[in-house]
T-cell receptor, first 116, second 115 residues
């Protein structure tokens, strides 16, 4: 069975601090995808990034960066110079590609609070 | 947003009443999913569909049924709502694009309260 663990339930930082959100996953699949979604207070789920299991290159998008390490089954997310608008719940998810399309297994989410 | 629309966006219903939530998509995606979001659980899969009239159960399917009579609509029904089904429900589509990239997008969510 697949599993995603986001051990950090809530993180509070002061604006401009860097923050890393941890994601550890378990799967027996050799081919899979990992996702990060942002859920702001308005409630929608905003897609941030998708990474397939064959691509271990780190990715940077503006203030966001992701570190994918298959050796430790981790896909961590770093926000550099955090801003109040980054306050949200962040979900890490793992796709199962066998049958049924691409069912997602989510972590329990990390609530990030960025304060002035 | 991949053309996904959920309705209603908010609903309050009484225990024991039937409730149907609708997910409508405009881009002919084959796979559609219903998830529920609860504090401490993240999102959990209820049911999914891999084509018209083709559906299957997810992790938390008890008390729910689904139907997909046409590609664009995926309905989630609570036959007899219970307070434990108070939740936020998300519809999603997932597809491998022509370039081989997996895409997964969500609707805006439906907040259901069972009193």
């Amino acid at each position: 069975a697949q599993k995603v663990t986001q051990a950090q339930t809530e993180i509070s930082v002061v604006e401009k601090e860097d923050v890393t959100l941890d994601c550890v996953y378990e799967t027996r699949d050799t081919t899979y995808y990992l996702f990060w979604y942002k859920q702001p207070p308005s409630g929608e789920l905003v897609f941030l990034i998708r990474r397939n299991s064959f691509d271990e290159q780190n990715e940077i998008s503006g203030r966001y960066s992701w570190n994918f390490q298959k050796s430790t089954s981790s896909f961590n997310f770093t926000i550099t110079a955090s801003q109040v608008v980054d306050s949200a719940v962040y979900f890490c998810a793992l796709s199962e590609l066998t049958g049924g399309g691409n069912k997602l297994t989510f972590g329990t989410g990390t609530q990030l609070k960025v304060e002035l | 947003d991949a053309g996904i629309t959920q309705s209603p966006r908010h609903k309050v219903t009484e225990t024991g009443t039937p409730v149907t939530l609708r997910c409508h998509q405009t881009e002919n995606h084959r796979y559609m999913y219903w998830y529920r979001q609860d504090p401490g659980h993240g999102l959990r899969l209820i049911h999914y569909s891999y084509g018209v009239k083709d559906t299957d159960k997810g992790e938390v399917s008890d008390g729910y049924s689904v139907s997909r009579s046409k590609t664009e609509d995926f309905l989630l029904t609570l036959e007899s709502a219970t307070s434990s089904q108070t939740s936020v429900y998300f519809c999603a589509i997932s597809e491998v694009s022509g370039t081989g990239t997996l895409e997964a997008f969500f609707g805006q969510g439906t907040r259901l309260t069972v009193v």
